[in-house]
């Protein structure tokens, strides 16, 4: 099915180990999100690419790096874990321009730093 | 200054029954798009309806449908015949045709439904 694919679904992570998050879109959507999703906090941009070959940092980018390794994929690496980064993370992508175009949606990573 | 407002944190709702969760949003821009999710507590995020700013009409979906004010910057979903499956928290957000590609998508707070039987 298209869309977007992010692995692993869960992962429990000692604090100070590293570990990245796969996302794979194949919509040929330009742009590609990290969004870190905490409760009662909605969600909080990461990191973006507005597409292949640029990465930016969004709203809450400190502990983590991102790679466009190409237009299909858009990893999310944690140097380090802390205990402050157990969340869910959602991986989306969309068509760079145009204000009738959504997000699509990964089924989201629920990681857990002890 | 918040971009998009759900004043409602939690609703209830009796099953078969219609229930309104209430957006606004904040934009100077002139073409923008107003976009409804459902996250259901599986975890996954589902588009519902799309919403343009050049739109006549108000959007609709199956049972979803966007009450859209333009001169009161509001984007309402209104859920008909609610089912115990519509229980899950519903976010609003908004992409503006203005600005930084990478930031022009804003999401709110989000309101959680819960459905009772």
């Known amino acids: 099915n298209a869309g977007v694919t992010q692995t692993p679904k869960f992962q429990v992570l000692k604090t100070g180990q590293s570990m990245t998050l796969q996302c794979a879109q194949d919509?040929?959507?330009?742009?590609m999100y990290w969004y870190r999703q905490d409760p009662g906090m909605g969600l909080r941009l990461i990191y973006y690419?507005?597409?292949?070959?640029?990465?930016d940092k969004g709203e809450v980018p400190n502990g983590y790096n991102v790679s466009r390794l190409n237009k299909r994929e858009f990893s999310l690496r944690l140097e380090s874990a802390a205990p402050s980064q157990t969340s869910v993370y959602f991986c989306?992508?969309?068509?760079?321009?145009?204000?009738?175009?959504?997000?699509?949606f990964g089924s989201g990573t629920r990681l857990t730093v002890v | 200054a918040q971009k998009i407002t759900q004043t409602q944190p939690g609703m209830f709702v009796q099953e078969k029954e219609a229930v309104t969760l209430d957006c606004t949003y904040d934009?100077?821009?002139?073409?923008?798009?107003l976009f409804w999710y459902k996250q259901p507590s599986s975890g996954e995020m589902i588009f519902l309806i799309y919403q343009g700013s050049y739109d006549e009409q108000n959007a609709t979906e199956g049972r979803y449908s966007l009450n859209f004010q333009k001169a009161r910057k509001s984007a309402n979903l209104v859920i008909s015949a609610s089912q115990l499956g519509d229980s899950a928290m519903y976010f609003c957000a908004m992409r503006e045709g203005g600005g930084n590609y990478g930031q022009n998508f804003v999401f709110g707070p989000g309101t959680r439904l819960s459905v009772l039987p």
């Open positions: 989306a992508s969309t068509r760079t321009a145009g204000t009738n175009y959504g997000y699509t």
């Open positions: 934009t100077s821009d002139q073409s923008y798009g």
């Open positions: 690419s507005a597409s292949e070959g640029t990465t």
């Open positions: 919509m040929n959507h330009n742009s």
